[in-house]
């Protein structure tokens, strides 16, 4: 188990590599001058030289990455042009508030995913079989956006049960039920696609797992329905495992819209602020701080599924 | 969202065997209503020029945000005025660019990578392998954020961004089917027969990975649109003179407290083009018994 890690995460070091690459690639494809755009175009030239140098722009591309990984490595991730604050300091806050929405999500959706699954697997009529089927490939093909706005046009324009946006109320708020209120939409919203994939996923590995031999013998030996139902999603755990931690990205993805319409205050409005002010630092801080934490996921998710299923582990 | 993070294992359905030849060729009613819900919006597309709609840029300010079912205005206005049936229905091009274009692009180019990887030397193999893993590496969104931030606005810079990250999970698809393919017997035999490697590809590879290739691809414009969509909705795609579906989102967004049913219009529009090619999609591999667990 200990060697599957080690080399689990020593394979997420180059990963980690390409990561900060593609960020920094995507800096250099901005279209302009850095230099112009920070000092503006009346700039002196013994200005512009030191600009040039302090940043390195005039070294080789290699060079320039090279020292700017060595700064992220060191948890510089540069200054944000809009609040003029370090982008890790924006990013950190941040963060917390996106993991407690993503979590929420994820929870969700796996729960929602595991009875529709389950449903669609074990169910033989008709009708609950078609509505899981159903509402697992609508589920599927909603955009995160069009249902937020939906849920906020619906429940708290029309209703007014549920609050807009936000995390807390401005005035006596702050306890963890009004966090929960603020909470439900937002996490409904980012929790319907993957609820759908990992609905129809686990109904297709039940499935899978009910025509095989396994569950012939089972029944061959007077087994119950519920004694077979429990073994057969005992054998599709991992998959599920998998699949959800798969998700998470997609899940990680659509905290963008969901942050920007709730004005939830984490990863994704900030992104969809500095994208708005064309603050470039902070794009790249909050992509590569989601980047690397969604690498970091993934390795969870592959060290709990070596733990549960040991013929990964090789 | 994004769909793009495929577990790679294609094999025939399970069920292909007990369903008889008979009903496999029937076609579903997922493929049916795919089909049907996709020729539409194809006609709405081309046919938009001459269909009797009101100028979709043209407002008023007298008739901002009329209510669904006003006269003149079955969809009711936006804020400025203009009507959105036909903002709607003029939408439907950008969209379709948006979904049709990028999957394309990244449809053949990962293709091509996916062939050279699945028949190439073990190092190259091994470096189109791991290139992939680092695009996987990022939520699909985020990506093509990133990608479209740079390149600035502009349905171009759109279609380029959601190129790119399409490309990973289309190779994933071709690198597992050609891994399958290269171990059959008519591959084997071909190279035994001393085929050239570029033969093996074209006449071997290439015409046996296009149909599940498709299934995925129908499904990869779902998902395309609905992403274009998010990125002119963050203000990154289409510029907002233009009627597209995300960036009406946006604009209508700003009118939720006094409109808000307005605003549902444009996101069920997105909503119903993806669902109409995920069902297509779904059809395709239905009809074709072909099993797929990627995650789109």
């Known amino acids: 188990m200990r060697r599957f890690l080690v080399h689990r995460l020593l394979l997420a070091v180059p990963t980690l590599v390409g990561v900060s690459l593609v960020v920094f690639l995507t800096t250099k494809l901005v279209p302009g001058d850095p230099v112009a755009s920070l000092l503006g175009p009346l700039a002196p030239p013994d200005a512009r030289r030191e600009l040039i140098e302090r940043f390195g722009f005039d070294r080789p591309l290699p060079i320039q990455f090279g020292r700017w990984s060595w700064n992220v490595a060191q948890g510089e991730l540069g200054t944000s042009i809009q609040q003029q604050r370090p982008v890790l300091e924006i990013v950190r806050t941040a963060f917390g508030n996106t993991a407690i929405l993503a979590l929420a999500g994820a929870v969700l959706a796996f729960a929602g995913g595991l009875l529709i699954g389950a449903t669609g697997a074990f169910t033989t009529r008709r009708l609950p079989r078609g509505l899981a089927s159903g509402l697992s490939f609508l589920a599927m093909s909603v955009p995160q956006y069009s249902i937020a706005l939906g849920l906020v046009a619906l429940f708290a324009v029309r209703y007014r049960v549920l609050p807009a946006g936000g995390m807390h109320d401005p005035v006596g708020g702050g306890g963890a039920g009004d966090l929960l209120r603020h909470l439900v939409m937002p996490a409904v919203a980012v929790s319907l696609i993957p609820m759908g994939v990992i609905g129809r996923m686990l109904r297709a590995s039940l499935v899978d797992v009910m025509s095989g031999d396994q569950v012939e013998a089972m029944r061959a030996r007077g087994l119950g329905r519920a004694a077979i139902a429990r073994h057969a999603l005992h054998n599709a755990l991992p998959s599920l495992l998998t699949i959800t931690g798969l998700q998470l990205a997609y899940l990680i993805g659509g905290v963008v819209f969901v942050e920007t319409i709730f004005s939830w205050p984490g990863l994704g409005q900030a992104l969809y602020n500095a994208i708005a002010s064309r603050d470039l630092p902070l794009i790249q801080g909050g992509v590569l701080v989601i980047a690397i934490a969604f690498v970091l996921i993934n390795i969870v998710v592959d060290g709990v599924h070596a733990l549960i299923d040991p013929r990964v582990r090789r | ?296």
């Open chain 2, 1 to 296: 969202m994004a769909p793009v993070s495929p577990t790679t294992d294609i094999t025939p359905a399970v069920g292909a065997e007990r369903a008889g030849p008979h009903r496999r060729r029937r076609p579903g009613a997922a493929l049916i209503a795919g089909t049907v819900l996709v020729s539409l919006l194809i006609l709405a597309a081309v046919l938009v020029p001459v269909l009797p709609l009101p100028d979709p840029d043209a407002g008023s300010l007298s008739e901002r945000l009329l209510p669904l079912g006003s006269p003149g205005h079955p969809l009711g206005t936006d804020g400025q005025g203009r009507d959105l049936l036909s903002r709607l229905v003029w939408g439907v091009q950008p969209s379709l660019a948006a979904g049709l274009l990028p999957v394309l692009a990244a449809g053949t180019a990962g293709t091509f990578l996916g062939i050279v990887a699945g028949l190439g030397a073990r190092w190259l193999e091994n470096a189109v392998m791991r290139s992939l893993d680092v695009l996987f590496a990022f939520p699909a969104v985020l990506l093509a954020i990133s990608i479209a931030a740079s390149l600035g606005a502009g349905l171009t810079s759109l279609i380029i961004a959601l190129s790119v990250i399409l490309v990973p999970a289309v190779a994933r698809v071709v690198v597992t089917e050609v891994a399958r393919l290269r171990e059959l017997d008519f591959s084997q035999a071909a190279r035994a027969g001393g085929a050239r490697t570029t033969t093996i590809a074209m006449r071997h590879m290439l015409p046996n990975v296009l149909p599940v290739l498709s299934v995925y691809c129908s499904a990869l414009v779902g998902l395309s649109i609905v992403l274009g969509s998010g990125l002119s909705f963050l203000g990154l795609g289409v510029a907002p003179p233009r009627a597209e579906w995300g960036a009406m989102l946006d604009d209508l967004r700003q009118h939720i407290f006094t409109a808000p049913l307005l605003t549902l219009i444009p996101g069920a529009a997105i909503f119903l083009a993806s669902v109409a090619f995920n069902l297509l999609g779904e059809g395709l591999r239905e009809h074709f018994d072909v099993r797929s667990r990627h995650t789109v």
